[in-house]
Each structure stands twice: as C-alpha cells, then as structure tokens.
C-alpha cells in the first residue's frame, strides 16, 4: 500500500496539531503505525491502531495526548497530538503492516511507509 502523510508544522508548546496518512490499495488489511524520528535519534514507535480501529496502544509518553484513529472508508489513519510538547519534536511517519497485533513490532515488519512528515514544537 502507498502511504502518505501530511499535517506537520511549526506548534507551540501546548498546542494541537492533527496528521493524516492517505492510503492506497487495500488499505483496510493493514494495522496502522505511526513513528517519529528526533534529530540524532533513532526512529521510535508512537502507536499503533488494528485494522478494524478496535485495537490501539500508545508509548506511556504520549499516553493520554495522542489519539490515533482510523477511516477505511477513506483510506485514511490519522494521529491528533495535543498538549504538545518540545520532545514531541521530529519526523512522523506512517506504516502499515499486514501483521495484526495490539503491541508494537520490530522495525522490519511494517513494510509500507509514508514519507514523512516534520513536527516541530517550540517552547
């Protein structure tokens, strides 16, 4: 599946900010991930929400901020991120992968990605 994501942008601390991830093909086979990358640091897993949109977990980090849901009807995953924080500063990226699970998976096995999307929160 093709993914593509949008939304980022310059956010104070505190602030909202909502990315979409697009998708292509049959989107609805597909657990949806988002990940994000902070400069100088590797990628690290956000959270995660099961094809059908029952399912969904969250690092403690952005547990209770974040909510990642889900439009099959649309192709869509979204991520809305609010009381944001500088550390929330980076590169989000949507994946897909076909592997249903509730928890997150190693790297490798979410096969489609988006191409990125920068958030950069300011305090």
């Known amino acids: 599946v093709q993914l593509q994501a949008s939304g980022g942008g310059l956010v104070q601390a505190g602030g909202s900010l909502r990315l979409s991830c697009s998708g292509s093909g049959d989107f609805f086979r597909y657990a949806m991930a988002w990940f994000r990358q902070a400069p100088g640091k590797d990628r690290e897993f956000v959270t995660v929400?099961?094809?059908?949109?029952?399912?969904?977990y969250y690092i403690d980090s952005v547990k209770d901020r974040f909510t990642i849901s889900r439009d099959n009807a649309k192709k869509t995953v979204y991520l809305q991120m609010n009381s944001l924080k500088p550390e929330d500063t980076g590169v989000y990226y949507c994946?897909?992968?076909?592997?249903?699970?509730?928890?997150?998976?190693?790297?490798?096995?979410?096969?489609?990605w988006g191409q990125g999307t920068l958030v950069t929160v300011s305090s």
């Open positions: 929400i099961s094809w059908n949109g029952v399912t969904t």
């Open positions: 994946a897909g992968t076909r592997v249903q699970t509730p928890t997150p998976l190693p790297l490798h096995l979410y096969t489609d």
